[in-house]
């Protein structure tokens, strides 16, 4: 075979292979994600976390410069050397897909979550109403030792960069209890896209190819702590947003830090809430006279910053990432970053919130 057709090739065979990994989960578990994903990713974190500044946006930059510049000189001779151009893209597309994996896409096909804690997925409405009295009980106790007032809302008084550096303190009470969720070397920076991201309705992203945990320095710092911890729980090989919901829901409930603590129960409660509301609108409407206006006044504020970048291209970017999900082994795409309620529901009914 001629060096030219390779790397194209080879793109059909890794296409072929990954899909096979969806019927050894186990394998996957043992052999990359506990085993190969490991010194991979805190390799990574040592690499790039020193840097103050997200060297995995810098790359996109780099690589979109060049593909841009790319297609311009290509753009004259296209249909001449059309053969040869897709040959180029597709050896491109082989090699990103290969590093994609390797560093990190692999843990799409792991052992879900809820297996490997013996956690159930099914609950019942009486089990998810229960769950939520104990949430918003637990969130108002929180909330008012914070402000001191049920009315006002939680202001954050730390900085973004006070919080990357705290957000280590609730892995390690967690990974006390969790080995898996041990955490060094962290990799934490705000995205140099974060206002392309807000208009995309994203709060952060993992990148695979550096391992940097990326997150929108645009969004509210109420609920900014608990969405650091979900990007930390990528970096330690979650790919499934449901999963990393939940335990960056346990690591900042686990957190010495108040904040945190509040805003990882004032997460799951908003997501509780939903649940009711997607169930029957307006069902969510039962619990609003037993939370804190304080509380209320927070969620309005989270719900005033996103209104105001929602356009066409939010709408767009979340039907890509919808459908990017269910090709990478998360049937519910989109759906899949609420289904931690399950895991939450389950979890506490034996434990104390």
Known sequence: MKKKYLLPALLIVQIILINFLGYIPD?????????????????????????????????????????????????????????????????????????????????????????TLGIRKDYTQTELREFTLKLIEKTNAVQLKITKNQNAKVVFPQSRETIYGKALNGYGHLSAQY??????????????????????????????????????????LYSF???????????????SESEANFIGFLSAKSNADLYFQYAAYSFAL????????????????????????????????????????????????????DRFLKMNQQKDGMEGY??????????YKNRTL
């Open 27 to 115: 394998t996957v578990e043992r052999l990359y994600s506990n085993g190969l994903y490991l010194p991979i990713s805190k390799g990574m974190r040592i690499l790039f976390g020193w840097i103050p500044f997200s060297f995995g946006d810098v790359l996109y930059s780099v690589v979109f410069v060049f593909i841009f510049r790319w297609i311009f000189l290509k753009r004259k001779t296209w249909k001449i050397h059309w053969k040869a151009n897709l040959l180029h893209i597709a050896s491109f597309i082989s090699v990103a897909y290969f590093a994609f994996h390797l560093l990190w896409a692999f843990n799409y096909y792991r052992v879900p979550l809820n297996e």
């Open 179 to 220: 080995p898996q969720f041990n955490y060094t070397h962290s990799s934490i920076k705000g995205s140099i896209y974060s206002l392309p991201l807000t208009y995309m309705g994203f709060s952060g992203y993992l990148n695979p190819f550096t391992g940097e945990a990326q997150v929108n320095d645009k969004m509210p």
């Open 225 to 239: 702590p608990v969405t650091v911890c979900h990007e930390m729980a990528h970096q330690l090989g979650y790919a």
């Open 270 to 321: 908003r997501y509780c809430l939903n649940t009711f509301e997607r169930t029957k609108e307006g069902n969510s409407k039962q619990f609003m006279p037993l939370i804190n206006k304080g509380i209320l006044e927070n969620y309005k504020e989270s719900r005033a910053f996103w209104e105001q970048y929602e356009t066409f291209i939010e709408t767009g970017f979340k039907i890509f990432y």
């Open 338 to 347: 609420s289904r931690f309620v399950e895991l939450m529901v389950n979890y």
